[in-house]
């Protein structure tokens, strides 16, 4: 799945395994490294101000450009790839 945002606009990735008996699991690969960080859990309030979980999905308040990239989540054994592109301005 590709969705496209806008520099400043907040965005919101739907997770497509999600149910409401279901825990959600994010992560984001880093750029240019095998390492990726984790969106969730313990890690959630250390992303409090610039994300949030909203029924499964992963919202961005504001976007910035550095937050393309590829982003999966997971439910169970079912994982989804979702890619963002923010364009705008740096």
Known sequence: M?????????VQLWCPGYTRH???IWWKEVSGSS??????GVMQRKFEDQ??????SL????AKVNDSGLYWC???????EI???VLGKF
């Open 83 to 85: 890619y963002l592109s």
């Open 59 to 62: 919202v961005i308040n504001e």
């Open 35 to 40: 390492e990726r960080v984790v969106f969730g």
């Open 22 to 24: 279901g825990n959600v």
């Open 2 to 10: 590709n969705i496209t945002a806008t520099v400043g606009k907040k």
């Open 51 to 56: 994300m949030s979980f909203l029924d499964g």
């Open 74 to 80: 997971s439910v169970g054994f079912n994982v989804s």
